[in-house]
């Protein structure tokens, strides 16, 4: 099994609480499967750019004109586009550890997934629909916020947007492991909170080792 995880928290790991839910998500799932490979992808390290309109050329062109040939421009648009897109199709289970900003997602992470779902790359579109050209069977979320959200709730951007654009591209198998209520001020018990996530990290660890 091989695990693309994706990083989207300038923090170090000492002060994220996404991150002390990966540690715990991996130490398990090593211990369960230690011969599992893992690329670690630091958003951080290695920003996405803006989706631009080169990039819309050279991937969404050719959709709707098989014949049409992308200039040396939009090739060299899409170069962090195409490296992340391999990436992303050698992986078997998708791990992301990110915060809740703003009631979603860190616009870095919202700019990788733009880098990521590309047709006629990570999947086909056409009259029969939308089939996937990857092979992610799994989608791990690992997340941290101040405020708690019940499923279904609509300022959670973070479930219903991961879900959303993965769902797009066929992925259905989403699962969260999500230390809520993580600001001080409201939540005395964020404490509590924190620490029953890290250890519901580590059940899905252990699940997705033996998925
Ligand atoms: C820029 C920013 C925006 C935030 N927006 C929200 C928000 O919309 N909803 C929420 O519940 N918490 C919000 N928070 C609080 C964080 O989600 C919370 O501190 C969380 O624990 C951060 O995760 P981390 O410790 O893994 O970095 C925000 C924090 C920051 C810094």
Known sequence: MHVLHVIANPKPAAEANSKALSASFFQALKAKQPGVSVTELDLYANPPPFYDYSTYRHYWYPVFDAGYKPTDQEKA????????????????????TTPMWNFGMPAILKAWFDQVLMPN??????????KALHKIRKVVVLASSGGTYEPGDLRDGIRNGIKAAVGFVGIKDVEVAWAQGQNPFFFQDHAERKAKAVVEAAALGTKTAGD
């Open 77 to 96: 648009a899409v170069k962090y586009a195409q490296k992340q897109c391999e990436l992303f199709k050698q992986a078997d289970v998708l791990v992301i």
């Open 121 to 130: 790359v990570t999947f086909s579109i056409g009259g029969e629909g939308v």
